[in-house]
């Protein structure tokens, strides 16, 4: 299981942070938007930082297949 803690406190780090975290667990983007139950799309708007503040349940459903606390990446798109 990986740890990650996240300090930026600036929604333009999620986008920076989360494609990093995704490539070292492994997943795809299409396969962690399958597991989490996301469109390809939003994931896409995430990671791209068009979605400046993604909705909180989807980052809930991201955490928990990347191994990241969802404290920490509310606290990077916050």
Do not use: H
């Not at 299981?1 to 997943?27: D, H, Q, R």
């Not at 795809?28 to 930082?49: C, Q």
């Not at 989807?58 to 606390?69: A, E, F, G, P």
């Amino acid at each position: 299981m990986y740890s990650y803690f996240f300090t930026p406190a600036n929604a333009e780090y999620l986008s920076f942070f989360l494609p990093i975290v995704v490539g070292v667990k492994g997943l795809s983007k299409r396969e962690l938007s399958r597991l989490a139950n996301i469109s390809d799309t939003e994931l896409a708007r995430i990671e791209s930082g068009k979605r400046e503040m993604p909705n909180p349940k989807t980052l809930r459903k991201i955490s928990q297949y990347i191994d990241v606390n969802y404290n920490n990446i509310m606290y990077v798109a916050d």
